[in-house]
């Protein structure tokens, strides 16, 4: 079965600092891959995806995700971190397309000042 | 307004009762979804539905009933609420590749 993990529950980064999150994931294929920010009390909202071609894909809000296919990760970074960026970041696979994703469990990214 | 819409947004009710939450999209999307989100488990999904009368089962359909006799709604019924039901369900929409999220409604099951 297919599954994501997001191996860091909790990450803090200070206001101006990189961030890195991970994502790993289990399939045998290339499969459809997305990043999602949720904010308190808030629905999901898409960072960026990669379907194919180049493996490093840009998003919003200056977010930007590397696709590894030998280390089946997909790991998002932003150069500084705004305190704004403070959410819930959801990395997520779909298998066979966008129809069925499966997410992973989330990663809390607090900012410090 | 367009977008995705939810209702309630916060709901209380009670084991054994039959609850229904509303899901409606103004863009037309072929794909409707619903999620539940609880801590630890990230979302996971329901039910979807691909058209109009077409509704498929997803990781944990059971206890949910959905329907979809219009493109833009997609009801999501609990037929006898229990507190494992206790969790935010999010509803999701989607057209070409990007799921579109609704802003969810909190259930509490008591």
């Known amino acids: 079965a297919q599954s994501v993990t997001q191996p860091d529950i909790h990450i803090t980064v200070s206001e101006g600092a990189s961030l890195e999150l991970r994502c790993n994931y289990s399939y045998g294929a290339t499969p459809y891959l997305f990043w999602y920010v949720q904010s308190p009390g808030q629905g999901l909202q898409l960072l960026l995806k990669?379907?194919?071609?180049?493996?490093l894909v840009q998003g919003i809000k200056g977010f930007e995700a590397e696709f590894k296919r030998s280390q089946s990760s997909f790991n998002l970074r932003k150069p500084s971190v705004h305190w704004s960026d403070a959410a819930e970041y959801f990395c997520?696979?779909?298998?066979?397309?966008?129809?069925?994703?499966?997410f992973g469990t989330g990663t809390r990214l607090l900012v410090s000042p | 307004d367009a977008g995705i819409t939810q209702s309630p947004r916060y709901k209380i009710t009670e084991t054994g009762r039959q609850v229904t939450l509303m899901c409606h999209q103004t863009?037309?999307?072929?794909?409707m979804f619903w999620y539940r989100q609880d801590l630890g488990h990230g979302l996971r999904l329901i039910y979807y539905?691909?058209?109009?009368?077409?509704?498929d089962k997803g990781e944990v359909p059971d206890g949910y009933v959905v329907s979809r006799s219009k493109t833009e709604n997609f009801p999501l019924t609990l037929e006898s609420a229990t507190r494992s039901q206790t969790s935010v369900y999010f509803c999701a929409s989607s057209e070409g590749g990007e799921q579109y999220f609704g802003p969810g409604t909190r259930l509490t099951v008591t």
């Open positions: 997520a696979v779909g298998p066979g397309g966008f129809q069925k994703l499966v």
């Open positions: 990669y379907f194919s071609g180049d493996t």
């Open positions: 539905s691909a058209a109009a009368d077409i509704t």
């Open positions: 863009w037309s999307h072929s794909y």
